[in-house]
């Protein structure tokens, strides 16, 4: 048999592991979490770009704002709208989370030669 002060010494092992286990499990939902709304603010800003690029004939507000309209219907927030010649870029920006602030770029415009 062991000692006596070595009674309980494997509960408290236990709880220090169950404890360092539910650690990483918070964390790795929170990197998830972070991944999957910087993949929410590139899709916005992919799909913000490409409506901007297709209302172009109508004039560079026009365009901006339906890039805006988009980009707000999917959770993100237009942070610019920079138009040049037939290519429009979008720059969408999310909220702040633990790891800062994300955004996300995207280009849409005519097909090079």
Do not use: K
């Amino acid at each position: 048999m062991g000692r006596l002060g070595d009674r309980g010494s494997a509960s408290v092992v236990a709880v220090v592991v169950v404890a360092v286990w539910f650690g990483l499990v918070v964390v790795g939902v929170r990197v998830g979490e972070v991944v999957v709304d910087r993949h929410r603010l590139g899709a916005a800003a992919d799909l913000g770009a490409l409506a901007a690029a297709g209302q172009l004939s109508g004039g560079v507000s026009e365009a901006c704002a339906r890039a805006g309209w988009v980009v707000e219907r999917m959770g993100g927030r237009l942070a610019a709208c920079l138009v040049e010649g037939w290519e429009v870029t979008v720059r969408v920006s999310g909220e702040a989370g633990v790891f800062g602030a994300l955004s996300a770029q995207a280009r849409a415009g005519p097909a090079e030669p």
